[in-house]
């Protein structure tokens, strides 16, 4: 057993040797970044990753830059499209941007979603009055799905007002997966920033994108997965419940996202493709049964005849009795 006064200081010898070792690899980290050139980004946030703000970042890190942003837009998106946008405030961009050039003064800036006029306004006049040495535009319009992202007329304020200010312009390839534009000009950044000429500098980016092809899939969700659990869940319950919040809890997912995933795949929203399971089930009893409509309402969940009968009506347009006796 130790006496307390040398557990004392063994205590106190290790404090400083933790302390030590913190300050020694803060060091270390502080003198990497100074190292490296900053670049900074302008462009939109892509909830999945595979795009906008967090693929900029990704590839500029791995490539052995630093980069910083400024936000444009932030989107509500899965694999399966965008459901939302939201467009930051002009000024917060502009405060983004003035904050990165005043303090680290980046000679190459990469740019991507611009969705609103007074927001290319204060871009295009940061760049004419910072001058960084290069500017890539990875010209956003559509993702990769398909959906429009900025509509034509911002389309053409882009390349009219922010085109003459760039050393290159990054046209998205019709087949191209996810985010890989948005990476490649990232990438042609990264080279540019480190010295590279023009062409060398989009000839390393090809190489760079091409070994990512092969070795990245195309990032996917759970949607088929969730559709058929969904498919199951609404032929088990469909009787006692055709509320889709239930199947979306159920589920452990938003009602919106359910929704989102139905569309895609079938075309139908959750509430429609309940209804049809009840509509085969009521057809079905109507056809091959001879309980009373009053009956077959409760077994399928409607809290009366009526409510069944409208049910009905809304769907094909006649009664259940009509439809029985045809």
């Known amino acids: 057993m130790l006496k ?41 946030s892509d909830s999945t990753g595979g795009s906008g703000v967090q693929a900029d970042i990704k590839t500029i890190a791995e490539l052995g830059g630093h980069a910083m942003a400024a936000i444009t837009s932030i989107t509500v998106q899965t694999t399966l499209g965008i459901m939302q946008f939201y467009d930051v405030p002009a000024s917060i961009v502009e405060g983004q941007i003035e904050a990165v050039m005043n303090d680290f ?13 007074d927001t290319l306004d204060v871009i295009v006049r940061a760049m004419l009055r ?25 389309v053409e304020a882009v390349r009219g007002r922010l085109s003459p200010l760039c050393t290159l312009i990054v046209r998205k390839n019709a087949n191209s997966m996810h985010g890989f534009s948005n990476r490649y000009a990232s990438a042609v950044a990264v080279f540019l920033n480190q ?7 989009e000839a390393k980016a090809r190489a760079y994108i091409n070994s990512q092809v092969l070795r990245t899939c195309e990032l996917q969700g759970r949607s088929s997965e969730l559709y058929n659990e969904f ?7 469909f009787r006692k ?3 889709v919040k239930h199947y979306a809890d159920l589920l452990n997912v938003s009602s919106r996202y359910l ?12 509430k429609a493709i309940v209804d049809d399971y009840l509509m085969r089930e009521i057809e079905l009893q109507l056809n091959t049964t001879d309980k009373t409509i009053q009956e077959i309402a409760y077994d399928c969940g409607f809290s009366s005849q009526a409510h069944l ?3 009905f009506k809304k769907h094909r347009s006649i009664s259940p009795t009509v439809f029985r006796k045809s």
């Open 231 to 237: 498919l199951s869940s609404v032929a088990e319950n």
């Open 241 to 243: 419940a055709s509320d």
């Open 130 to 154: 910072y001058k960084p040495r290069h500017v890539i535009l990875d010209a956003v319009s559509l993702s990769a799905r398909g959906d429009e992202l900025v509509n034509p007329e911002m």
């Open 105 to 117: 003064q980046p000679d190459v800036v990469k740019i991507g979603l611009i969705r609103k006029v």
């Open 195 to 201: 010295g590279a000429t023009t062409s060398e500098a």
């Open 309 to 311: 009968t409208n049910f």
């Open 259 to 270: 929704a989102q995933v139905t569309r895609r795949i079938s075309g139908k929203s959750p």
């Open 4 to 44: 307390l006064r040398e557990r004392k200081l063994l205590h106190k010898r290790e404090f400083r040797l933790h302390k030590w070792e913190l300050v020694f690899v803060f060091m270390g980290r502080s003198d990497y970044l100074c190292s490296m050139k900053p670049i900074l980004t302008i462009t939109g």
